[in-house]
């Protein structure tokens, strides 16, 4: 069993930086991988990248590449998101998922724990 919580979210201006944690718990935490999401109303979630094994390099999407930068510290039980750059388009809530015992996936069906998510807001 895996509980996340992510945090770090709020509203800045364009060009501005956020950092996002996701804070694990559970037996599992520390064999999964972990991906972040963001979804905004009316569309589908979208992946922006996942980290797994510790070590590996993580892997961004796209939209976010060169932007954000996902890492992990193991000993704190915690995945960070970091964010410059910012853009209005960038707004959206973002999540953490995880999957234990597994490589990682692009897929929102493929993890099976997820936390709450936190609004990030990015103003012109």
């Known amino acids: 069993q895996v509980q996340l919580a992510e945090s770090g979210g709020g509203s800045v201006q364009a060009g501005g930086s956020l950092r996002l944690s996701c804070l694990g718990s559970?037996?599992?935490?520390?064999?999964?991988?972990i991906a972040w999401f963001r979804q905004t109303p009316g569309n589908e979630r979208e992946g922006i990248g996942y980290?797994?094994?510790?070590?590996?390099?993580?892997r961004t999407a796209d939209s976010v590449r060169g932007r954000f930068t996902i890492s992990q510290d193991n000993a704190k039980n915690t995945a960070y998101l970091e964010m410059t750059s910012l853009r209005p388009e960038d707004t959206a809530v973002y999540y953490c998922?995880?999957?234990?015992?597994?490589?990682?996936?692009?897929?929102?069906?493929?993890?099976?724990?997820w936390g709450q998510g936190t609004q990030v807001t990015v103003s012109s």
């Open positions: 980290i797994y094994p510790k070590g590996m390099n993580p």
């Open positions: 559970g037996d599992g935490f520390l064999k999964s991988c």
């Open positions: 998922a995880a999957r234990p015992g597994y490589g990682c996936s692009w897929s929102v069906e493929f993890y099976h724990y």
